[in-house]
């Protein structure tokens, strides 16, 4: 069984940074996209970066490109995303995600079947 466990959420200042962590148990990890989608209330959710599973590709909506940046480390199972210079619109649950096919790369969240349980991330002005 597959499991994804997030931490590193919390309550910060507008300028600020957070980064977060996903750590994955249940199947071989490093042969996975490893994503972060977030959703922020009363809106869908939405793909903010993934990873491939050796770390060569990245990939990064519009609306997080060039400040937070995701990384993984195989040997420890986990995914990160570093977080730089928030502000109030990152204000969301942040979801680390992984796909059911090894080696697929995707921005979709329906080619998503694994989901964290989420973490809050609260961004004050």
């Known amino acids: 069984q597959v499991q994804l466990v997030e931490s590193g959420g919390g309550l910060v200042q507008a300028g600020d940074s957070l980064r977060l962590s996903c750590t994955a148990s249940g199947r071989t990890f490093s042969s996975y996209t490893m994503a972060w989608f977030r959703q922020a209330p009363g809106k869908e959710r939405e793909f903010v970066a993934f990873i491939n599973w050796s770390g060569q590709r990245t990939m990064y909506s519009d609306s997080v490109k060039g400040r937070f940046a995701i990384s993984r480390d195989n040997a420890k199972n986990t995914v990160y995303l570093q977080m730089n210079s928030l502000n109030a619109e990152d204000t969301a649950v942040y979801y680390c995600?992984?796909?059911?096919?090894?080696?697929?790369?995707?921005?979709?969240?329906?080619?998503?079947?694994?989901w964290g349980q989420g973490t809050q991330v609260t961004v004050a002005s």
């Open positions: 995600a992984s796909p059911v096919q090894a080696f697929l790369t995707s921005t979709s969240a329906g080619d998503y079947v694994h």
